[in-house]
């Protein structure tokens, strides 16, 4: 069984800073991808950003390109989203998830296979 846990969403002015953790337990990490994700109230879920298993590949949507970086540390099994310049848009429910069975959809919720709870991001303008 594979859990996720994600952490450090919280309430921030525009401009500000937040880094989200995801913590992975189980002994899929190193061999997933893995993915963030957000959901406003009344939309549907969209991707925000992937990495590949080792790391050396990143995959931005267009709307956090610049501003946000994903990043891993297979040794503690977690996976970081820092997020910088932080809008009033970005306000959401920020997901992350775990991609063992590349079926090459990745900008697809489907494609991933494990999800956590979700944290809370608020930005104030």
């Known amino acids: 069984q594979v859990q996720l846990v994600e952490s450090g969403g919280g309430l921030v002015q525009a401009g500000g800073s937040l880094r989200l953790s995801c913590a992975a337990s189980?002994?899929?990490?190193?061999?997933?991808?893995m993915g963030w994700f957000r959901q406003a109230p009344g939309k549907e879920r969209e991707f925000v950003a992937r990495?590949?298993?080792?790391?050396?590949?990143?995959y931005y949507a267009d709307s956090v390109k610049g501003r946000f970086t994903i990043s891993r540390d297979n040794a503690k099994n977690t996976v970081y989203l820092q997020m910088n310049s932080l809008k009033p848009e970005d306000t959401a429910v920020y997901y992350c998830?775990?991609?063992?069975?590349?079926?090459?959809?990745?900008?697809?919720?489907?494609?991933?296979?494990?999800w956590g709870q979700g944290t809370q991001v608020t930005v104030s303008s």
């Open positions: 998830a775990a991609d063992q069975y590349y079926s090459g959809r990745l900008y697809n919720p489907a494609e991933y296979d494990y």
């Open positions: 189980g002994r899929i990490f190193s061999s997933a991808a």
């Open positions: 990495i590949s298993r080792s790391g050396d590949s990143t």
